[in-house]
């Protein structure tokens, strides 16, 4: 049974000259994630708003977060589950695996992974049927069109180093479609292990060794670092295909990955239809449906690069 806050709100409206107290339903949401910098906060709270939300008013919202320690998140789930919210969003594979070992009643919206399937969220993506829904990042092919879009500004690189979170299970997902790939893409890759910003360090300095011709940020847990590689990969003269916008603004040669403002605002619309009564187990797990493409021509200009017109007319944003 779903737990409910009430707020009695002093005032009311008049009527007919009369003043009435009024209840004010509030709904609790909380937000379980692996780090701050994994989720969009003020696009999810912008799209709730527009459905009606206000904070402090009929919605509270607890963020519960890992501080980037994996290890921590299952007993945190222990704890959300505790505070009996109206509905958990769970971030990542790591959040929504914690989430959904804590409980199979409370509804769960589990936010930005991969394949559910392939990650045993669910076994049907149209009914998931349990109590967990939500809403995808990762395209099937997506890493293989990410190398595609890189070779069109470095068609000679044919030496690909991965860059990966080793205890990411996502990983295999993208070097599998890789692998399927390098024939076609004229490529050879490598796979580069990091959890930190040492290992980080520690595999650019091995891909130099390997003669890599470019660096691609596989999607996971390591996306944390993915300012990092992208100036540290243009400081060392390597072209960088990384996941997110900042990424490329903060010195990387160019990004493309699910847009994460549009997916949250998916994330919300769930949220939104289960306070208002569907079941998780009626709503569809959506698949990513729009990819954001970003270009540094500054970054380009420097490791002696021509980005070609066609790619520019392409791009949702170029950093100049």
Known sequence: MRRRDFLNLAGGALVGGSTSALA???????????????????TFRDALQEFGYREGVNLKIDVVSGENELGRLPKLAEGVVATGPDVIVAVNTPGTRAAMSATSIIPIVSAVVADPIFLGIVTNIAKPGGNV?????????ITSKRIALLKEIVPSAE?????MHPDEPITTLQIQDV???SAALDIKSKAFPMRTLEDLQQGLQQAIQWKAHA???????????GTETGRLATENNLPSMLLQRRDVEAGGLMSYFADHQELWRRIAAQVNRILKGTSPRELPFELPTRFELTVNLKVGKTLGLTVPPTLLARADEVIE
């Open 179 to 181: 692998e399927r790939s």
């Open 24 to 42: 004010q339903q509030v709904y609790r949401v909380a937000i379980l994630t692996p780090s701050q910098t994994q989720w969009q906060p003020r």
């Open 215 to 225: 660096v691609v940020r596989l999607a996971g847990q390591g996306f944390a670092l």
């Open 159 to 163: 030496r690909i180093a991965l860059f």
């Open 133 to 141: 829904t939500g809403v995808a990042n990762l395209g099937a092919d």
